[in-house]
């Protein structure tokens, strides 16, 4: 057999450069998609505060009560909508349905409620993880919290970084926010 003169393969050494140039644009690629500890509280912290502002429009549109209860042994909380308007929740899953929301919502995989050695966040001292009574958010027809005046605060955290730390806190007049922990005060 005769080979065509100018007719070149790819070297031993042209494959193996070609494969180092991969590699290290791998390597400087993949970290930029791990998330951080502090941004995966976050974006919990953040998704639940999307939810409660959910149960709370949909309170304001329905005319009804909704509700939502944080269960940190099963770290998830879950929304209620009291849809035959008599003020009772039966925690049933036609009151889950009738919320149009988020349902039950699980935690991250890295996230639980807890918040480590941080302090309470500012105006709204109390002990424990979730200090609303009995571990649950009522809002009313008209988007208030209930017991009129109810404030309280969610902690979240990371297991594996006792500075990421984020809060969630409700006031008394259902305002709705997120606070992140810098390892010395809340932002």
């Known amino acids: 057999m005769r080979l065509r003169a100018g007719v070149r ?8 450069v070609v494969i180092v140039m991969m590699g290290v644009l791998l390597a400087i690629l993949i970290p930029r998609f791990r998330i951080s500890p502090f941004s995966r509280v976050r974006q919990v912290a953040d998704q639940m505060v999307r939810d409660l502002e959910l149960a709370r429009g949909r309170a304001l549109s329905t005319r009804s009560w909704t509700r939502v209860v944080f269960d940190p042994a099963a770290r998830s909380y879950t929304g209620y909508l009291d849809f035959n308007r008599d003020s009772v929740f039966a925690l049933s899953s036609d ?4 919320l149009h929301g988020f349902r039950q919502r699980p935690l991250s995989d890295d996230v639980i409620y807890g918040r480590g050695a941080a302090p309470d966040v500012p105006g709204v001292p109390g002990a424990g993880v979730i200090n ?10 008209r988007g208030l919290t209930n017991p009129f005046g109810t404030r309280g605060v969610i902690y979240l955290s990371h ?3 006792p500075n990421a730390i984020a809060a969630v806190t409700v006031t008394g007049g259902a305002g709705i926010r997120t606070w992140l922990y810098n390892g010395t005060s809340w932002r």
Do not use: N
């Open 9 to 16: 393969g790819i070297t031993l050494i042209e494959i193996l």
């Open 95 to 98: 009151e889950i349905d009738s």
């Open 132 to 141: 609303f009574p009995g571990s649950t958010l009522d809002f009313d027809a």
């Open 159 to 161: 297991p594996g970084d």
